[in-house]
């Protein structure tokens, strides 16, 4: 029994080490198993695990750069940057969307309607996309946030940057920054990779040209947050880069000075260097408030602006379209004398109209100039001289002439809401209308009516290059200090006090081409030019300055917005008399001082009248202030080695 | 022949103590220590109640070891089907007398600690079935007649814990019941049989399983589909694990389970956080530590010449490497989730007390080597 009983547990014992055999055999398999899983986690696939552990750990806020800043011909900031504080909310994060709602409302009285609009974007957007629930808060509704956080979850304050204007005065030159649209988003490149809540982008003017350098590189916050979207700790913060500085050749101060003068009329003003092409001063008016948009532009203020007649979000300096009036006596007569069709002493005599081709053609003045000759005719912008003038030159040459000053093409390359303008000729009008030339058409253009239009800064730059004495020059409005070169030619003038400057420097230091056949030529208009500002019986003799160091020399002009009717005319219907929207524009160029030129300046006034009387008085205001900071600025640009 | 009898029972405490088999007792003595900084890492580096309560309890079960290692074998044997029926009453008062937390009735309310007597099961039907298969002869081992108590013995508890519900700890103690069967003799095709009845019912068990659990397997199959609901824990436990690379994120520095990323790390996650801070050695560390702890009471095993030592040590140190297994594999994303703790690192009193339990029988057949059981 014994026996029999421990053979029993033997065999059974060999049983049962067999089996355990097996079993361990199993357990290495298993065990092999588990070995192999740890080596593909911890090693095989490590960095990514570690990846999205730190995908967990950390969460990032990513933090608008700051804008570059850009500062006048002095330096001084034109459009700078002030801190602001935001609340930015992460829905996400958020545990529920609805109570931080609630709760912000109690504690920021955020109204329904933002609320509402605010939802409709969450909506839109990827849930860990943060949006901006107010962007602009005062210190005391930051820091009562602040103080609240712990039960904001998702919420987060930001102490951003957002930009400043100093003023309204540059509004236009220098454009507006907002909200990054859709469209921008689709348009613009480089704002791909920096999608941060509440980053804004230049949308018109040197804002939107600079945009991609100006905008500087995105920041971010880096948190360590637990499972639960709570911050622990902050572990990195990056700044960004902020964008670059750019100096421009603008006077803030003349800016200034210009849009006080022009007050709420619809005009224009545009002053540039005329040796290197600085534009010293461009304003269009009426201006708005560009800080107004920064932080998205109320609805009301927005109305205001598009419901405005004087259309204030136009640059009507560079996108303005004008017909150039009498203004463009000054080409007419200079292609005259470089076609030799006409000597200077040639004359015409004015009845006040004349009548060709079966159509009358009007003297502005109804009881006529009597005998005109090219000087008289530009001083007192004798109508029916230009008439016979234009007649004989046909419009094909004069084309060529205005375009070689520059009209019909884009003077700067800053902005993108320039206009070209049109410089009409018979080819031109049979491929943009579709007809055939009329000669009346020509004596139109001749006057600088008809089918001409130009942007106020055109005629500018054509003015400068008269005043240089026939050279082109290309306009800038950002400094740059490597191709400036009035270096050469200020020695020249140093050295030699009062001497006139060879045309063969000026020529060969400015890379200058020369836009004459003969400079007698230029020199009998620019003279004629002096004679209407400065003798009697010229048109803006009115508004000269007598001082030697301020005297400029000029060319009105008015531009027809509506024909004048024969009734009109015999009643001499005074253009205060007609409605606003029919009132001529009122045009005025002209370069100073008259014996050493320095500036060109053009003014345009929209429907204001005649030119002698609305846009000349303020030609001579801006001139003196201009003029008044000539030594100034020259010094600035002497001794300024920094170059931003 | 009874020589070596009367010579086992009258050891003296100097020979039982020079008998203890020190290799294992430092072993998990080191486990329990490494246990320790794991569950102060999980309190976020202060003593904290989990991790104070954790280190009086693994002393406490570590002297009940000790004890236990000096009980006879005689005695296991004499009293396992009590001890079996006495783990079967606490369970079926957990059923009339349970507390219930998060939706299971698990616990029963002791004045010093709350038990769970499923855990204690897990020894109870080894010691058991232990003591069946080394009474009856060989050769009824493969009769129908004998397998109807293994059956029944095994059903019964695994019914009642999958009632509780607790699918994981179900599943292990019907493991420890199957594996002492497979030692014993029991043939191939009856396990083929059992696996194809339960293939048939599992429709039937299916449809039993509470919404979650059934979430639970469904997450298993495929992880990222929920990535925030039912697979957040899978996965958040994946990048832990992965994320501490070879050497570790460092003690005390194991972000994803310091920032609460971690699910249950206190319990069935603790090898998750260990392994986050100290990568793939440390890992493998403790692998270590596991393996040579199975290995020494296998050895057990070996050296013992009752049937009924031989059973019980090998099932309990497949058992035990079935545990530790199931939570590796549970939380390396190879098994569901489905709740089991890993031996001794876990924050647990009653898997403590069982894998104690368990150890100290162990090594009082050791101890106790040479004694006949009948």
Redesign the interface.
Known sequence: MLSTGSG??I???K???R??FL??VG?AA??I???G???S???N??S???T???K??FREWKLAPERGIIKDYFNEEIASNKQVYQIHLIPENARSIEEIFFRLKTILNISDKKIFSLRKKIAKQKPWEPIIVSDNLNWSEFSRINLFLHELQGVEPIVSVARMYKDNSSAHALGYVSQVSAKDLKNKKYLKTMSVPGMAVGKTGLERRLDEEIIGEVGFQRY?????GKR?KQIKVDPGKAGKSFKTTLDLEVQRHVTEILGDKAASVCVMDIYNGDIVSLVSSPSYDPNAFVHGVDRDYWNSLIQNDRKPLTNKAVSGLYPPGSTIKTLVALSALENKIIRPLDTVRCKGKIELFGEKFHCWKKKGHGVMNMRTGIKRSCDVYFYEVARRLGVDRLSVTAKKFGLGKKVLQNFSEERSGVVPNTSWKKKYIGQNWYLGETLHSGIGQGYFQSTPIQLCLMTAQIANGGFEIKPRILFDKTKNNLKEYLKFKNENPGRPLPADLVVSNFDLKPLFKNQENIKIIKDAMYASSNEPGGTSYRSRLEDKRFTFAGKTGSSQIRKFTEEQREAEVKQEQLKYKNRDHALFIAYAPVNDPKYAISVVVEHGGTGSSAAAPIAKKVIKKVLERHSLRQSINNLSGDSI | MFQPRSIQSSLSFKDKLFSIDYVLVVSILILGIVSMFAMYSTDGGEFKYHTESHILRFFVFFFMFFILSFIQIRFWHTTSYLIYIAFLILLIGVKYFGLTSSGSQRWLNFYFMNLQPSELMKIGVILFLAKYYHRIPIESVNRLKFLFTPIFVLIFPVLLVVMQPDLGTAILIASGGLVVAWLAGVRVKFFVYSMLIFTALLPIAISLLKPYQKARILTFLNPEKDPLGAGYQIIQSKIAIGSGGLFGKGFLNGSQSYLDYLPEKHTDFIFTLFSEEFGFFGSIFILLLYGLIISRIVKIGNMTRSNFGKLYCYSFATAFFIYVVVNMGMVLGLLPIVGSPLPIMSYGGSSMMAIMLGLGIAMSCKVYKDMPVN
Not at chain 1, 224 to 228: I, K, L, P, Q, Y
Request: aromatic share 4%; hydrophobic share 45%.
């Open positions: 029993n547990t065999i059974k014992s049983l049962i080490s089996r355990m079993l361990s357990k298993v065990l198993g588990i070995l899983r740890l080596i986690l911890q090693i696939e490590s990514k695990y570690k999205l552990s730190d967990n750990r360590e947050v637990n499972a639960f622990i």
